[in-house]
């Protein structure tokens, strides 16, 4: 396992849902926390396993911001 890491996304890119369901996504590989933090999501991402491969916590965010964009793009269609 690695250190823990906490990354501050802003609320106005990220949706709180699709943060949970990038945690659930990546739940093989660590265990993730996101706390509502003024204008941000604290995300912390704990236990990360050692055996990854790459920036697991980049790939975290990018899938969030992905399914970000495909639920704002859903309401306005």
């Known amino acids: 396992m690695t250190a823990a890491v906490t990354v501050k996304l802003h609320r106005t890119l990220y949706m ?3 943060l949970q369901e990038a945690g659930q996504a ?3 590989l660590a265990s993730f926390e996101i706390v509502r933090d003024g204008e941000y999501y604290a995300v912390h991402i704990a236990d990360i396993d050692a055996e990854v491969e790459g920036d697991l ?5 990018n899938h969030a ?3 970000t964009w495909n639920r704002k793009r859903k309401t306005v269609a």
Do not use: R, S
Not at 57 to 61: D, I, S
């Open 57 to 61: 916590v980049a790939e975290f965010c």
């Open 16 to 18: 709180q849902q699709a």
């Open 65 to 67: 911001l992905v399914h």
């Open 26 to 28: 990546f739940a093989e």
